[in-house]
T-cell receptor
Framework: KQEVTQIPAALSVPEGENLVLNCSFT??????LQWFRQDPGKGLTSLLL???SQREQTSGRLNASLDKSSGRSTLYIAASQPGDSATYLC????????????WGAGTKLIIKP | DTAVSQTPKYLVTQMGNDKSIKCEQN?????MYWYKQDSKKFLKIMFS???????INETVPNRFSPKSPDKAHLNLHINSLELGDSAVYFC??????????????FGPGTRLTVL
């Protein structure tokens, strides 16, 4: 059974720092992995989608990597800003039940001005 | 323009009542989903419709009844609300179903509080 874990559960860093959020999954048989951002009252915003054949994806200050064999993904945020404060969720689409996403519980990120 | 929209955003109601949450997507997608996010922040899929047909029903009590009048809408009706139904409900859509590279787009969520 696929399980997704995100560590740490919460992270607080000063503005301007580079940071890494971690996501691990137990079954490497996935189609893709997606990183989302959740802002209170604003739902979920898709940040990056990495296909199983890819190693990384970049969007602006965000870089997501995928190491399928070890069951790990990282989301790197460069030069963090207070506006980056949100909960970051990762989700995998498993091959076995590819109609759904299996979610981590998220990392709550606070960027201090 | 909002791609996936839900109404209402907040819903506070008494136990035993019946309520509905509406979802609409203007992306031209074939597939729509309902997720429930519990207090521990995990999202669990409840239902999925593909071209107005029910595809997934994940062990959800039959008090929950989804309805898809057309491809762009998937509404969720809940009968006899219970305290445990309190959660945030998210609607989502994707272009097609059963595609490996399928990306899902989410609505803003509906926070349901049952008193």
């Amino acid at each position: 059974k696929q399980e997704v874990t995100q560590i740490p559960a919460a992270l607080s860093v000063p503005e301007g720092e580079n940071l890494v959020l971690n996501c691990s999954f137990t079954d490497s048989a996935i189609y893709n992995l997606q990183w989302f951002r959740q802002d209170p009252g604003k739902g979920l915003t898709s940040l990056l989608l990495i296909q199983s054949s890819q190693r990384e994806q970049t969007s602006g200050r965000l870089n997501a990597s995928l190491d399928k064999s070890s069951g790990r993904s990282t989301l790197y945020i460069a030069a963090s800003q207070p506006g980056d404060s949100a909960t970051y969720l990762c989700a995998v689409r498993p091959v076995q039940s590819n109609y759904q996403l299996i979610w981590g519980a998220g990392t709550k990120l606070i960027i201090k001005p | 323009d909002t791609a996936v929209s839900q109404t209402p955003k907040y819903l506070v109601t008494q136990m035993g009542n019946d309520k509905s949450i509406k979802c609409e997507q203007n992306l031209g997608h074939d597939t729509m989903y309902w997720y429930k996010q519990d207090s521990k922040k995990f999202l669990k899929i409840m239902f999925s419709y593909n071209n107005k047909e029910l595809i997934i029903n994940e062990t959800v009590p039959n008090r929950f009844s989804p309805k898809s009048p057309d491809k762009a809408h998937l509404n969720l009706h809940i009968n006899s609300l219970e305290l445990g139904d309190s959660a945030v409900y998210f609607c989502a859509s994707s272009q097609v179903w059963l595609a490996g590279d399928n990306e899902q787009f989410f609505g803003p969520g509906t926070r349901l509080t049952v008193l």
